[in-house]
């Protein structure tokens, strides 16, 4: 009598040939990566939105209604007398903002580039905080809370009167906001097919870039910035409701050994097709239940992500080997195991310097709305045609691989900011036609490197790799205002910074191999091997250049 499934000599398929690169799955990922676009679609509005708001609005005192000239603003300041004050719009393309609703007058307008700093302190904690609690509970459970708590507080943000809180908000708003991308793109790598993690990527990007766009026609119908906010908090809430429909990654559940659940979601995935599972399969399926950790309850799924989240192991029944250690999917990776693989830990640095180069071309032109004070619903609405354009190229270059589009990408950059020597700023047009390419470019960039990243680094510390990744470029990038400085050297000392920065991390993406068409890795040891000669699990692997790290 043959042997039962669940004996300890039985070897586990891969997730690659018994689902995710199978044709009954193809629905399932179609309406998976669809309802997952969908409710990125509030993103691109927040991070666009303060353009409308956090805007510097000349004032007078007009105590009594006896406006004073402007001339004398400074002095009714430092004498402190004046009681109220009028703020002159006429000159903007908008109509309120946080500086009068917070009363940001007589150098209080400090705060204004505090809320921008904020901005940037919250995608520095959503870095550090997504990836680790995406590998511990999981992508779609993490991906939920980020919306919520991105719902609860767009609330706060517009119905408080106190300015600390309301930057609070903004904080956690920011942080939510990151969460979410670092764990969607990649969920998006981890459900799609090999022949379509790249498409999977541009949609995303398109989805972000309509929200980016759409942002504009919404300040336009909520001119006050407290409406604007609450109806984000509505598109938000919306995003969180799609977010109950989505499944956890297979492959994730796959390497935690959760075999069970990774069974409903196929038998789901079948019926979709309008087919059943083969016997064959749901028999292995069920003997791997047995063997693997069970479905729990509610509060059973609480204990264990907490005692996931401090690092306990979960005690179960099988979740020991024969020699009594510790099976791979009890351990409890984080990003701290990755410097102990040589191939990985240069490989995360060669990323990182990508991460950091992205963020810095992208600080030029992340301020150019206030050369178009006056046309910020056309900025805005172009600035989201950009984003859509970038993904579409991404699309359609299916063809291309990570690398090559990635050297492209940074050789386009490189050249445009060398173009820029040339443009003086009264040229708006043209400033805003290079500002246009530059998003186009650098979009395409930001979601090939989500992409690049997300299939390079294993399943077990895949979003905390992509999230440190990030945490380094949003803490380097604290600095990188300050490359203006360079400026009273040479005025254009900066832009041949940027230019030159983009010309050596070149260098870095030829020493990173190719990830189009290869299966992706789960455990530590597959990764620190993954694509090599000693990579038996990826395919379609060009041995010619074995030198690569």
Not at 291 to 319: A, C
Request: glycine share 6%; net charge positive.
């Amino acid at each position: 009598m043959s042997p039962p499934v669940s004996s300890p000599s039985t070897v586990v398929p891969s997730i690659d040939e018994l689902f995710i690169e199978t044709s009954f799955a193809t629905a399932w990922q179609t309406l998976l990566l669809v309802l997952m676009g969908l409710s990125l679609f509030h993103t691109g509005i927040i991070v666009i939105s303060p353009t409308f708001y956090r805007v510097t609005v000349p004032y007078v005192c007009s105590d009594n209604l006896d406006l004073l000239p402007s001339n004398e603003t400074q002095a009714t300041c430092s004498q402190g007398s004046c009681q109220k004050w009028t703020f002159d719009y006429s000159d903007l393309d908008v109509s309120t903002s946080i500086q009068e609703s917070f009363n940001l007058v007589c150098g209080d307008e400090i705060f204004l580039e505090l809320h921008g700093s904020c901005y940037f302190l919250g995608l520095l904690l959503g870095s550090a905080i997504g990836g680790f609690m995406s590998d511990r509970i999981g992508r779609v459970k993490w991906v939920r809370i980020s919306y919520l708590l991105c719902t609860v507080f767009c609330v706060t943000m517009a119905t408080t009167s106190y300015l600390v809180i309301h930057l609070a908000s903004w904080v956690v708003v920011s942080s939510a906001i990151m969460s979410s991308w670092i764990c969607m793109f990649p969920l998006s790598s981890e459900v799609g097919k090999r022949s379509t993690r790249q498409a999977s990527s541009s949609f995303l990007g398109v989805v972000f870039g309509v929200g980016t766009m759409f942002c504009a026609p919404l300040a336009y119908f909520f001119p006050n910035w407290r409406h604007l906010m609450l109806s984000i908090a509505v598109i938000s809430l919306f995003a969180f409701a799609l977010s109950l429909l989505f499944d956890e990654s297979p492959r994730w559940l796959w390497t935690k050994r959760r075999y069970e659940e990774v069974a409903q979601i196929m038998e789901k995935a079948s019926r979709l097709r309008g087919r059943e599972l083969p016997a064959s399969t749901k028999k292995l399926l069920e003997e791997l239940s047995k063997q693997g950790i069970g479905k729990k309850g509610i509060f059973g799924t609480f204990v264990d992500d907490l005692k996931r989240i401090v690092g306990m192991e979960t005690k179960e029944n099988g979740s020991k080997g024969e020699c009594g250690e510790t099976l791979e999917a009890e351990k409890q990776y984080s990003i701290f195991n990755v410097f102990g693989y040589g191939r990985l830990t240069l490989r995360l640095f060669l990323l990182a310097l990508h991460w950091i180069c992205v963020n810095t071309l992208y600080y030029g032109i992340v301020f150019g709305a206030k050369l178009f004070k006056q046309q910020l619903h056309w900025y805005v609405f172009f600035q989201g045609i950009a984003c859509i354009t970038g993904s579409v190229l991404l699309l359609i270059s299916l063809k291309s691989g990570r690398k090559s589009l990635t050297i492209f990408c940074l050789v386009t950059a490189g050249f445009g900011y060398l173009v820029c020597i040339f443009v003086p700023p009264s040229y708006k047009v043209v400033n805003l036609v290079l500002s246009f390419v530059a998003k186009v470019v650098l979009q395409l960039l930001f979601l090939l490197i989500y992409t690049w990243t997300s299939e390079m680094m294993p399943t077990v510390v895949r979003t905390s790799s992509v999230g440190s990744a990030s945490l380094v470029a949003r803490i380097t990038g604290l600095a990188v205002p300050f490359v203006g400085n360079l400026a009273t050297i040479w005025v254009s000392l900066p832009l041949v910074f940027y230019s030159g920065f983009a010309f050596l991390v070149v260098i870095c993406s030829v020493l990173l191999p190719e990830t189009k068409g290869k299966s992706l890795p789960n455990t530590m040891e597959e990764g620190n091997v993954f694509s090599t000669r000693k990579d038996k699990n990826s395919r379609a692997i060009d041995h010619s250049d074995d030198f690569k790290l």
